[in-house]
């Protein structure tokens, strides 16, 4: 039977194909040498593996064990630059033995060798190979239990490559070979492959074809459906299989809601979208960040940062708001809208409830604070991080210094850099000069001599003439401290 039949045939029929009679080795086709070398070197090649083969058994090679030759491919061939893309030559030659017989060791250890170096025309034939001439583990009444495991990485290799064909051949292959019905992961990773390269019709029918087979349908399998139908822009479809999943027993989890909700923000369906939150809070379903960040950027793309705040808020509120979740990108979009208030609102409840923010958020706020004029929020915000060992950037820190030098306040600016130094933050020379900047506007001589000795004293001023431009700035002030 060609390869073709066996493909339309495992498409069009829901019933079991018989096992087919085992092909003699000789009867299979001849294998091509590999591009790289002639049919002359590659022969030069493998009497000379044959050589290092009874070299290394220090026997008759003829004798050898699967064991064996699964060590001599290990220790000798694979690292070998010239002879490893002779293992399958090799593995077919050695099968000529009359006493030597490949069992699953060997089947699995070429099969991962011919996918990692992209051998896929060879890994087509090794499948047919083992379906002709099967593990020793199956000439029982069971078939040998590393049959499916073979053949389900090297149908995944298959679809990631899109030789569909293959995946399929291969998949009636291993349903003829091995006992009962096939994992029902090995129906998602088919699946899968059509959804990703876009074959969604190939996918349906591939799970109707599953569901004929009495194979129960797992949460991957409707996943796969969900998104496939979703990325086709056929969302009412996607709703279906929703229905059906939950029709069939199977609940769903955070990635069937979180499909489906950035599938109704696209459809342009708010409200929808948030109610599948609240079902999700129903079904007792874990919340993920990526939950969060699809909400939070569904709402505010429709100029919705309020209502993106309040339902954060509520999930927190609720407690099913995950931990470590990062709102910085909420934040950012209310300091770009002028929200500062809002903003701040935001931060200070989750600061309450332990979900403390991140620098990244603390920074992005405070920046957004002092662009409206809130120096004071800003302190205060600048303080709390602090005390709680956030500790800022030196950038922002002195921009902030800056404000309040310029706003009269340089005593309590002074003073946040006492308390960012016991944090950790060391500050720098531009540190210092905005402090005594703003001692000698406030006419604090006495005060900023003080500063300007310690910034000597940490190598900060590189000469003298430095100095004696920052002492004369002090000396200009009049009133004493």
Excluded at 115 to 135: E, H, V, Y
Excluded at 312 to 326: E, M
Excluded at 409 to 438: H, Q
């Amino acid at each position: 039977m060609s390869r073709k039949a066996v493909v339309n045939g495992f498409l069009k029929s829901s019933n079991r194909q018989p096992r087919p009679p085992p092909l003699p080795l000789l009867l299979v086709e001849p294998l091509p040498s590999p591009s790289s070398l002639p049919s002359a070197t590659t022969q030069t090649h493998l009497t000379h593996l044959t050589t290092l083969l009874k070299t290394h058994l220090k026997k008759n090679p003829t004798t050898i064990t699967p064991q064996e030759l699964l060590h001599f491919f290990k220790s000798h061939v694979r690292h070998n630059p010239i002879l490893s893309h002779l293992d399958f030559h090799f593995f077919r030659f050695v099968a000529t033995f009359d006493s030597f017989r490949h069992d699953h060791s060997t089947f699995e250890y070429m099969a991962r060798s011919l996918i990692s170096s992209n051998r896929f025309d060879f890994l087509a034939s090794l499948l047919q190979f083992i379906a002709a001439n099967p593990c020793p583990c199956s000439d029982g009444i069971f078939s040998c239990p590393s049959t499916e495991p073979i053949f389900r990485v090297s149908i995944s290799s298959f679809c990631r490559i899109r030789r569909f064909d293959d995946a399929l051949f291969a998949f009636g292959t291993m349903k003829r070979l091995i006992d009962g019905k096939p994992n029902v992961a090995l129906y998602n990773i088919m699946i899968h492959g059509f959804v990703k390269f876009g074959k969604l019709d190939n996918a349906v029918e591939f799970y109707d074809r599953m569901i004929r087979d009495r194979v129960k349908p797992d949460v991957i399998t409707f996943n796969t459906l969900i998104n496939g139908y979703c990325r086709s822009r056929k969302f009412e479809l996607a709703l279906q299989v929703f229905k059906e999943m939950k029709n069939k027993g199977c609940v769903p989890n955070v990635v069937s809601f979180n499909t489906l909700i950035k599938g109704f923000f696209r459809e342009g369906k708010v409200e929808e979208a948030v109610g599948m939150v609240y079902e999700m809070i129903e079904l007792g379903c874990e919340f993920s960040g990526v939950t969060c960040e699809i909400l939070v950027g569904g709402l505010c793309q429709r100029g919705k940062e309020t209502d993106a705040c309040d339902l954060i808020l509520d999930l927190s509120i609720k407690g099913v708001l995950p931990k470590g979740f990062d709102y910085v990108g909420l934040i950012e979009r209310l300091c770009q809208g002028g929200n500062v208030e809002k903003a701040l609102e935001v931060v200070n409840e989750f600061w309450k409830r332990a979900n403390m923010p991140s620098l990244i958020a603390c920074t992005t706020l405070i920046e957004g604070l002092r662009s409206v004029g809130r120096i004071d929020m800003s302190f205060k915000l600048m303080e709390k991080m602090l005390k709680d060992c956030i500790v800022p950037d030196s950038v922002t820190f002195n921009c902030l210094l800056s404000d309040m030098c310029d706003s009269g306040r340089v005593v309590e600016a002074n003073k946040l850099r006492l308390l960012a130094s016991r944090k950790g933050l060391n500050p720098d020379g531009m540190t210092y000069r905005i402090l005594i900047s703003g001692y000698t506007k406030e006419d604090r001589r006495k005060e900023g001599e003080v500063l300007l000795d310690e910034m000597l004293d940490r190598g900060f001023i590189s000469n003298l003439t430095t100095y004696n431009r920052l002492m004369d700035g002090l000396g200009k002030a009049k009133k004493p401290s």
